[in-house]
């Protein structure tokens, strides 16, 4: 079965700096997507970004990027020049290709400091 | 486009009361999903079903009842409440299809749950 690990439950940030959300998974598939989702207060999953296991280049959209290492099994989330609307719950979660069912991380408590 | 409603958004049941959680989409989407979500254990698939017609045990399906009315709305029963069914409950949806998958399940607001 495929698991989801992200190892930090808090992560504290100054306003403006850079910070890595960490996140591992174990599966036996070669072709998957992983993905991050924000949840912030208001409780709406928000899709932030996502990785095609085939492709080489790491995912950015704007301020968000990814470190994807395939054969580590490592997909980290770095939030460049942090926001104070950027304080959330965010979710790793895995799909291997040809299923739909996601499956998501414990989550990491993100607080962004003024 | 509402994208996916779910109703109600707060509810307190007592012990062996029984409920339903409504969800319906409005974005043509063939696949629907129930998760709960509580603290420390991320969210976890319930049920889900991938067509009109079809439902499928998740990763915790115990105390819970799906029905797929139609492709719009996939409901979440729950016969007996119990206090360990306190929860926050998600609905999404999602194209399925090999030929042209999206990528990402649309989730709609939640539904807090309490059971005392």
């Known amino acids: 079965a495929q698991t989801v690990t992200q190892s930090q439950p808090e992560m504290s940030v100054q306003e403006a700096e850079t910070v890595t959300l960490s996140c591992t998974y174990d599966t036996s598939e070669s072709d998957y997507y992983l993905f991050w989702y924000k949840q912030p207060p208001s409780r709406q999953m928000i899709l932030v970004i996502r990785?095609?296991?085939?492709?080489?280049q790491n995912a950015t959209e704007n301020r968000f990027s990814v470190n994807f290492q395939k054969a580590a099994k490592s997909f980290s989330l770095k939030i460049s020049d942090s926001q104070l609307g950027d304080a959330a719950m965010y979710f790793c979660a895995y799909r291997p290709f040809g299923n739909e069912k996601l499956t998501f991380g414990t989550g990491t408590r993100l607080t962004i400091i003024p | 486009n509402a994208g996916v409603t779910q109703t109600p958004k707060f509810q307190v049941l007592k012990t062996g009361q029984s409920m339903t959680l409504q969800c319906a989409q409005d974005m043509n989407h063939n696949s629907m999903y129930w998760y709960r979500q509580d603290p420390g254990m991320g969210l976890r698939l319930i049920y889900y079903s991938a067509s009109e017609g079809t439902t499928d045990k998740g990763e915790v399906p115990n105390g819970y009842n799906v029905s797929r009315l139609n492709k719009r709305e996939f409901s979440l029963r729950l016969e007996s409440a119990a206090p360990s069914q306190t929860s926050v409950y998600f609905c999404?949806?999602?194209?399925?299809?090999?030929?042209?998958?999206?990528?990402?399940?649309?989730f709609g607001p939640g539904t807090r749950l309490t059971v005392t």
């Open positions: 990785q095609e296991a085939y492709k080489q």
């Open positions: 999404a949806s999602l194209f399925w299809g090999l030929s042209s998958p999206s990528y990402e399940q649309y």
